[in-house]
């Protein structure tokens, strides 16, 4: 029986629209459930247009907490207008071609989607965010450069109020996420044959997926 409550994080997307599919399913998600992305769901990968389409429709049966990635933050200037180049240099275009390769193709509920995003999320024993935190500096404080685009040294210290720190951003290319001292790091290079990760909070149970329809399971955190 599926208990109610609760919390799944997953790492970078990375527009792997079919390895998200398998891992929704797999997940057997519920009303009570909560879904948190950690950032990147879009850019690098085939299909971000479907990549969005899926979360809304978490959105629609479940609590979806979409925190904001460097991708999305550079899709969402080059919406505006800015810095569009850079954003197709670094894995906007294959963003553009789902969209037909117009920017106006993008759908409303796509753009409230990201408009929607937050910077972090806090819950009782994690704290969740796209990249990286800055030392000794409050939550509500910390950057934008070291939220969405600070890399992890490896050397990072436990969060100061004993909570996990649970992010995506730097990619670790052998397949399983990263558990150090309190931070976890959940992406797993999905856009580059890697997995898809997903962690049940509470268990510490992972889900992987990749796009070529692989699917595995039943391992857990501290078994890493």
Known sequence: MVAPGRRFAIGDIHGCARALEILLERMRLTPDDTVIVLGDAIDRGPDSNSVLDQLIDVSDHCELIYILGNHEEMMLNAIEGINKSDWLRHGGATTLTS??????????????????????????????????????????????????????????????????VICGHSAVGYGAPTSKDGWVCLDTLAYGGGFLTGLELASGEIYQSRQTGEFRGGVYLHEL
Request: proline content about 8%; hydrophobic content about 30%; charged content about 25%.
């Open 99 to 164: 969209y037909g390769s117009d920017l106006a193709n993008i759908p409303d509920e796509h753009l409230e989607l990201l408009d929607g995003t937050v910077r972090y999320w806090e819950g009782p024993n994690e704290i969740c965010v796209h990249a990286n935190l800055e030392p000794g500096v409050e939550m509500r404080h910390q950057r934008s450069t070291w939220l969405r685009w600070q890399k992890l040294s490896g050397r990072e210290f436990p969060h100061p109020s004993g909570k996990r």
